[in-house]
């Protein structure tokens, strides 16, 4: 876990744990990402849907 959160966005899960900026600049990171995830799934299920039609 510490070398996937170091990896994935720069702090160790030490720091993350201790300082609460840095929580929050993780959190907001991995919402943005998840969004963007679920827009592309979205987008992807559409044009897939519209195929099949």
């Not at 170091?6 to 993350?16: D, N, R, T």
């Not at 679920?38 to 195929?51: E, G, M, P, Q, Y």
Request: net charge negative; aromatic share 8%.
């Amino acid at each position: 876990m510490e070398k996937a959160m170091h990896a994935s966005h720069g702090v160790g899960y030490a720091v993350y744990s201790q300082k609460h900026e840095v929580r929050i600049d993780v959190e907001q990171q991995r919402e943005e990402e998840y969004l963007t995830s679920r827009r592309i799934v979205a987008d992807f299920n559409s044009k897939l849907t519209n195929h099949l039609s």
